[in-house]
């Protein structure tokens, strides 16, 4: 017991390391306190300003942006969808999470976003194209060729386009465009766009059609 007491005096802890372990637990209580208070997204905006302007301040602040490719969408929405702001800087915009908010918006199909350092930013979007509207529950849908819905509302400007009506009618699009266009028991308006067509059966006659015969399918 002696030697284990002596053991122990003679034990040396090293300076600073009551004031490390109490920085510690104040740390790790502030994280507690941050998660379990769901401040987590406003810290990380907070920190996320600091790293801005100290950027700024060494020349990263964004001069210029090139947009290419809205159409339909206004370039003030682009920024905002894009989280870009005057305090934004180009040494921590992570060009790939600005990629995925863009994409967020129905009309924009593609979008790329290249940094060009120091100071210059370039957004390059392929908007879809509105191709009709898509009547379903009593409601009004403005639709793409692939069947995304744009708009949820018909605007003016695109009262013209032609109506298709009820469930599959906005795959009417997909149907024009694919080499082989075949309609699955479809409304009638689908059926009729469509190069072939099944209303009976299920899809194993489409293994048919491509020639394979009953034996060589595999079951999933």
């Given at each position: 017991?002696?030697?284990?007491?002596?053991?122990?005096?003679?034990?040396?802890?090293?300076?600073?390391?009551?004031?490390?372990?109490?920085?510690?637990?104040?740390?790790?209580?502030?994280?507690?306190?941050?998660?379990?208070?769901?401040?987590g997204p406003v810290i990380?905006?907070?920190?996320?300003?600091?790293?801005?302007?100290?950027?700024?301040?060494?020349?990263?602040?964004?001069?210029?942006?090139?947009?290419?490719?809205e159409h339909e969408i206004n370039r003030e929405d682009i920024l905002s969808l894009a989280g870009i702001t005057g305090r934004s800087s180009l040494l921590f915009l992570d060009a790939a999470q600005t990629r995925l908010r863009l994409l967020t918006n129905p009309w924009i199909a593609q979008a790329a976003v290249l940094k060009l350092y120091p100071n210059r930013l370039r957004i390059e979007i392929k908007e879809r194209k509105a191709?009709?509207?898509?009547?379903?529950?009593?409601?009004?849908?403005?639709?793409?060729?692939?069947?995304?819905?744009?708009?949820?509302?018909?605007?003016?400007?695109?009262?013209?386009?032609?109506?298709?009506?009820?469930?599959?009618?906005?795959?009417?699009?997909?149907?024009?465009?694919?080499?082989?266009?075949?309609?699955?028991?479809?409304?009638?308006?689908?059926a009729a766009a469509a190069a072939a067509r099944i209303d009976h059966g299920d899809l194993t006659a489409l293994l048919y059609a491509q020639g394979y015969k009953r034996e060589e399918f595999v079951g999933g």
């Open positions: 017991m002696r030697r284990c007491g002596g053991a122990l005096l003679d034990l040396k802890v090293p300076r600073g390391a009551g004031a490390s372990a109490a920085a510690m637990l104040l740390l790790a209580s502030t994280c507690y306190g941050v998660v379990k208070g769901g401040h990380a905006a907070q920190v996320q300003d600091i790293c801005d302007s100290a950027a700024n301040s060494l020349g990263f602040h964004i001069s210029e942006i090139a947009l290419v490719g191709f009709a509207l898509w009547q379903k529950d009593g409601r009004v849908n403005l639709i793409a060729d692939d069947g995304t819905v744009l708009e949820t509302y018909v605007p003016e400007r695109f009262t013209a386009l032609p109506l298709v009506v009820g469930d599959g009618a906005n795959d009417l699009g997909m149907i024009g465009e694919a080499g082989l266009g075949v309609a699955y028991r479809a409304k009638p308006t689908v």
